[in-house]
């Protein structure tokens, strides 16, 4: 006998797992979760001479009809995270990643995202690219090791912010971080800042020299808005950014004492967010956007595996209700025969 089903790569003491397989199984389709944290599951790819490949599950060969589903998210001093010497962890992430890779690059057609895909859409400079080639406005930036160029752009744009051009990969800070330093770089990420000519002409060639900035013009906000999109579904949630001083910069800091409401967005921002979908080669995404004080929409970034649950508990969970459906219907069209009653079995009202 051989597997059939929906794989997830993660924890099933994540939110965003859990509800969704909660929603799936009822149905009577096969879902295993392989969870790096537990360290108990026995999980096999073998590769012969000839190049067949065997990808097993605690002993059971996988058959022809499976999609894999990932959100393997490790957040150190949580469950969601390796029970190994700190020393040994970033081997562990590194080593559990290069095995997803490995299986996202063999069976390219059956995993949700696409490994490749997620490695791309971490960075924003090529996200801006994506996002402006689909009619989605960004805002100027640079990508730069030169201070002149810096200068240049705080001459031309006035107001401008610096953050990581690539998303946090999860690994933790050092331990000698102090607060201060813990909320602006987690070790791979940084907290959106805003810059001056002053500060940025004082600062030291060499300091600027040794790693590149992103630069971006800042928006002056009315608010802004936290997108999920899963497959063909779309929830736009308005994030009353502005009305604390601590968050008008970056919503993150504060985003529990924020008030969140979804809300609709326009026919053609809709539109040409799937298209960045598409292009992008993305099932899911959250995307951050700014909604300025004339109207007009502004493209930030997409975040391949963001969080939305803390936005769904409120919701009765109808964006995991929506990753339910989408998984069902991917994981449908590997089967020769689509069996539409699972589909009618799923009436879950948004």
Sequence with gaps: MKFEGIIVFG????????KV???????GI???VVDPFEAKGNYSLEIDTNGKVKFSLDG?????????????????????????????????HQEWIAFYTTISAIFPNRTLNDRNAVYMSRHKGYQQCIAAS????????LLTTSKFSILDMLDRHGKTIVKSNASGYGIPPSPESDDKTSRISNGRHMSTMRLDRETVANTDDKAINSCPIFVQEEIRKDYELRITIVGSEIFAHKIDSQKEEYTKLDWRLGSFHLEIEPVDLPREVRENLFKYM??????????????DESGAYWFLECNPEGQWAW??????????????????????????????????SVSYSS
């Design 21 to 27: 397989v909660e929603n799936i199984v009822p149905l």
């Design 278 to 291: 598409r292009k992008s080669g993305m099932f899911s995404g959250a995307i951050d956007m700014i909604v």
């Design 60 to 92: 059971m060969e996988v058959g022809e009809n499976f999609i894999i589903w990932t959100r393997l998210k490790v957040v150190p001093e949580t469950p969601l995270c390796y029970e190994v010497e700190e020393r040994a962890l970033n081997v562990c």
């Design 311 to 344: 936005l769904d508990i409120e919701r009765e969970w109808v964006i995991a209700k929506a990753f339910s459906r989408q998984l069902i219907s991917r994981y449908q069209e590997t089967q020769p025969i689509v069996r539409a009653n699972f589909l009618k």
């Design 134 to 141: 689909c009619g989605l406005k960004s805002p100027a930036s």
């Design 30 to 32: 096969n879902v295993v």
């Design 11 to 18: 924890s099933d003491r994540d939110h965003h797992i859990n």
